[in-house]
T-cell receptor, first 119, second 119 residues
Framework: AQTVTQSQPEMSVQEAETVTLSCTYD???????LFWYKQPPSRQMILVIR??????QNATENRFSVNFQKAAKSFSLKISDSQLGDAAMYFC????????????????FGKGTKLSVKP | DARVTQTPRHKVTEMGQEVTMRCQPI?????VFWYRQTMMQGLELLAY????????DSGMPKDRFSAEMPDATLATLKIQPSEPRDSAVYFC?????????????????FGDGTRLSIL
């Protein structure tokens, strides 16, 4: 079974600075997707960024980028020029790309990292 | 923007009562997922449907939980009888998935969740 680990329960960053959130995962599959979701206090689950495992190029969405290391099974999120609105829980998630193993597209989540942004 | 709609947003009830949570997936989406979020366990999959058919509900306590899709615009999650340990936030998510064994790379869209408190 696949697992996702976020080793940092809490992180803090100064406004306008850069912060990196860590995520590692365990899988025997070669085809899969990885996601970062943001959950602010309003508890919405907001997709931040996604990465297909077959792509070598790291995904980027404005101030958010990932460092995807497939061999190391690592998928970290970098937030540049941090803003107060970035304060939230961040969840790393894994999804199989095929249904051979019984998966039908459900997400497997890490426990989350709570990010605080200091003004 | 199309959204997944969940009702109610909050529910407080006494132990032993029946609880019904509803989800309206995004029009055109054929896959529905129910997740439960607690402090201790994080986000866990309870059940998922494709084309209204239940594909997996192994994450649900079968004796008290039931999930159904009476039609393509409504998914329900029921707890009867409810217990204090069921207190959590319940999320519904929808997505699109074809009949291929390859899982779509399109992200799931989450509703705002139902915060359930069982006294």
């Amino acid at each position: 079974a696949q697992t996702v680990t976020q080793s940092q329960p809490e992180m803090s960053v100064q406004e306008a600075e850069t912060v990196t959130l860590s995520c590692t995962y365990d899988t025997s599959e070669s085809d899969y997707y990885l996601f970062w979701y943001k959950q602010p206090p309003s508890r919405q689950m907001i997709l931040v960024i996604r990465q297909e495992a077959y792509k070598q190029q790291n995904a980027t969405e404005n101030r958010f980028s990932v460092n995807f290391q497939k061999a190391a099974k690592s998928f970290s999120l970098k937030i540049s020029d941090s803003q107060l609105g970035d304060a939230a829980m961040y969840f790393c998630a894994y999804r199989s790309a095929t249904s051979y193993g019984g998966s039908q597209g459900n997400l497997i989540f890490g426990k989350g990292t709570k990010l605080s942004v200091k003004p | 923007d199309a959204r997944v709609t969940q009702t109610p947003r909050h529910k407080v009830t006494e132990m032993g009562q029946e609880v019904t949570m509803r989800c309206q997936p995004i029009l055109g989406h054929n896959t529905v997922f129910w997740y439960r979020q607690t402090m201790m366990q994080g986000l866990e999959l309870l059940a998922y449907f494709r084309n209204r058919a239940p594909l997996d509900d192994s994450g649900m306590p079968k004796d008290r939980f039931s999930a159904e899709m009476p039609d393509a615009t409504l998914a329900t999650l029921k707890i009867q009888p409810s217990e204090p340990r069921d207190s959590a936030v319940y999320f519904c998510a929808s997505g699109s998935q074809g009949s291929s064994v390859y899982v779509s790379n399109q992200p799931q869209h989450f509703g705002d969740g139902t915060r359930l408190s069982i006294l």
